[in-house]
C-alpha cells in the first residue's frame, strides 16, 4: 500500500495517544477495527457508532478524537454528509473515509467536503493504523487503486477534460458562461427546460463540481 510520505509504526514518533474514534454501520466490522486499535500502544478507541447522527449525539458528551474512521454509505445521514457537518464545526479534524466505493465521483466529493484520506475496506489493518499516523503527521492516506485515480484526473491534459463532454454539454456550459438562464438557454438550442437539467446534471457528474458558479470558473480558467 502507497502512501504519500508514509509513516510507519515501528518509526514513528508520537507525542501522545491518538485518539479515536469509528463510524460504521456494519456491526462486525466496527466491532473487530476497534478490537485492533484497542490492542496497538498508541491509539485508543473508546467510541463507535453505528450512525452520523448516533456519533454528533455522543459528542454533545465526549471529547473530540484526534481522527474519525468514517463509512460513506451509512443509514440516515451519509458519510458525506457527515464530512460537512463535522468539519463545519471542527476544522482541525482528521477523517478518514473507510468504505467499499471506489467511484471518482464519492472520492473527490469526500475529498471536496474535507477527507484528509480515503482507504478502501480491503485494506489491511496495519496500513489504516500507518495511515491514522500518517494523518495526524499532515498527510494525506490513500489506497492505491484511489490515489492512481487522482493523480489520473489531475494529470490528464485538459483537452481531455473538454472531450468528456458532449457538444450538447459544451453548449449549454457556453450558456452559462454568458450569464444565460435555463430557459434562455433552452431557447437558445431549442430543446426543453427539462433538458437542460439533464445535460446539467450530466456536467455536474464528468466535471466533479456541484454548481453553476463551478462550471463557468473551470470554463473560465480553460479547463473546459
Known amino acids: 500500500?502507497?502512501?504519500?510520505?508514509?509513516?510507519?509504526?515501528?518509526?514513528?514518533?508520537?507525542?501522545?495517544?491518538?485518539?479515536?474514534?469509528?463510524?460504521?454501520?456494519?456491526?462486525?466490522y466496527r466491532t473487530g477495527l476497534q478490537a485492533f486499535?484497542?490492542?496497538?500502544?498508541?491509539?485508543?478507541?473508546?467510541?463507535?457508532?453505528?450512525?452520523?447522527?448516533?456519533?454528533?449525539?455522543?459528542?454533545?458528551?465526549?471529547?473530540?478524537?484526534?481522527?474519525?474512521?468514517?463509512d460513506i454509505g451509512l443509514p440516515g445521514m451519509s458519510g458525506l454528509e457527515g464530512i460537512a457537518r463535522l468539519k463545519s464545526r471542527f476544522p482541525e479534524l482528521e477523517i478518514i473515509m473507510l468504505t467499499v466505493y471506489h467511484d471518482s465521483e464519492?472520492?473527490?466529493?469526500?475529498?471536496?467536503?474535507?477527507?484528509?484520506?480515503?482507504?478502501?475496506?480491503?485494506t489491511p489493518l496495519a496500513d489504516i493504523s500507518n495511515a491514522i499516523i500518517q494523518a495526524q503527521s499532515g498527510g494525506a492516506p490513500m489506497s492505491p487503486q484511489i490515489a492512481r485515480k487522482v493523480i489520473t484526473f489531475f494529470t490528464q491534459p485538459q483537452n481531455?477534460?473538454?472531450?468528456?463532454?458532449?457538444?450538447?454539454?459544451?453548449e449549454v456550459v457556453s450558456g452559462l458562461v454568458d450569464g444565460l438562464s435555463y430557459k434562455m438557454i433552452a431557447d437558445r438550442m431549442d430543446i426543453?427546460?427539462?433538458?437542460?437539467?439533464?445535460?446539467?446534471?450530466?456536467?455536474?457528474?464528468?466535471?466533479?463540481?456541484?454548481?453553476?458558479?463551478?462550471?463557468?470558473?473551470?470554463?473560465?480558467?480553460?479547463e473546459i
Open 37 to 70: 486499535i484497542n490492542s496497538l500502544k498508541n491509539m485508543h478507541c473508546e467510541h463507535a457508532s453505528g450512525s452520523v447522527e448516533d456519533y454528533l449525539e455522543l459528542l454533545k458528551e465526549a471529547a473530540l478524537p484526534d481522527v474519525i474512521l468514517m
Open 160 to 170: 481531455q477534460v473538454r472531450s468528456k463532454l458532449t457538444e450538447r454539454e459544451l
Open 106 to 122: 464519492k472520492i473527490f466529493d469526500a475529498l471536496r467536503a474535507g477527507a484528509s484520506g480515503y482507504l478502501l475496506k480491503n
Open 1 to 28: 500500500m502507497i502512501f504519500r510520505g508514509e509513516v510507519t509504526l515501528t518509526t514513528a514518533k508520537l507525542k501522545h495517544t491518538i485518539d479515536i474514534a469509528i463510524i460504521e454501520d456494519d456491526c462486525d
Open 192 to 222: 426543453s427546460i427539462e433538458t437542460v437539467r439533464f445535460h446539467i446534471k450530466n456536467i455536474y457528474q464528468k466535471l466533479h463540481v456541484h454548481s453553476k458558479a463551478e462550471v463557468i470558473a473551470r470554463s473560465l480558467r480553460g
